[in-house]
């Protein structure tokens, strides 16, 4: 089976604090990509982040970072320095072969 | 349920044909939406409708493209004329009003290839 799985519905963060978005998945390709996507209120569905599966490095970019565990399939986004234009849903994404399969969204409040 | 059920899941078509993308939302789900995937762009919502009324096309990239809900359980997504850099994965999903209404429930996509 090829799943996305966040245990999280929500989640909330205190401003400038760091958080940790989890994500789990399954599937037997060898060779797959994960990302992060961000929906704020406007709906828009921004990429925040991707990681190559063949790449061992964690992926980073700026405040957010990921720690891909690929043995464990685990592939959990750090948000650093919180900001209030963080809140948002996030959506754990992977494509594996051709098929997109969607995790079932965290929602992230900011707390002031 | 079955979820969002989404047709056809592979469509290969020539440059200036007309393609029609369909979509069944979760029945009970109130809010449809209509999405594009490609590598460059990421994932683009194109259009949403609440209660078979479009709310926010504004990421309908041109004229050549238009979506239709003409019931609850039935959406369209059409390209007429269809070209190369139209191709992508289309996907749909849907979900409820309310306190729930961010949780949405994506359609395995259909992938399009205009040649």
């Known amino acids: 089976a090829q799943t996305v799985t966040q245990s999280q519905p929500e989640m909330s963060v205190q401003e400038a604090e760091t958080v940790t978005l989890s994500c789990t998945y399954d599937?037997?390709?060898?060779?797959?990509?994960l990302f992060w996507y961000k929906q704020p209120p406007s709906r828009q569905m921004i990429l925040v982040i991707r990681?190559?599966?063949?790449?061992?490095q964690n992926a980073t970019e700026n405040r957010f970072s990921v720690n891909f565990q690929k043995a464990a399939k685990s592939f959990s986004l750090k948000i650093s320095d919180s900001q209030l234009g963080d809140a948002a849903m996030y959506f754990c994404?992977?494509?594996?072969?051709?098929?997109?399969?969607f995790g079932p969204g965290t929602r992230l409040s900011v707390l002031p | 349920d079955a979820g969002v059920i989404q047709s056809p899941r592979h469509e290969v078509t020539e440059m200036g044909q007309e393609v029609t993308l369909r979509c069944k939302p979760i029945?009970?789900?109130?809010?449809l939406f209509w999405y594009r995937q490609t590598m460059m762009r990421g994932l683009e919502l194109l259009i949403y409708?609440?209660?078979?009324?479009?709310?926010?096309d504004s990421g309908m990239p041109e004229d050549r493209f238009s979506a239709k809900m003409p019931n609850a359980s039935f959406s369209t997504l059409k390209i007429q004329p269809s070209e190369p850099r139209d191709s992508a994965v289309y996907f749909c999903?849907?979900?409820?009003?309310?306190?729930?209404?961010?949780?949405?429930?994506f359609g395995p996509g259909t992938r399009l290839t205009v040649l």
């Open positions: 999903a849907s979900s409820l009003s309310g306190l729930h209404r961010d949780e949405q429930f």
């Open positions: 599937t037997s390709e060898s060779d797959y990509y």
């Open positions: 990681q190559e599966a063949y790449k061992q």
């Open positions: 994404v992977g494509l594996y072969g051709q098929n997109f399969v």
């Open positions: 029945s009970g789900h109130d809010y």
């Open positions: 409708f609440n209660n078979n009324v479009p709310i926010d």
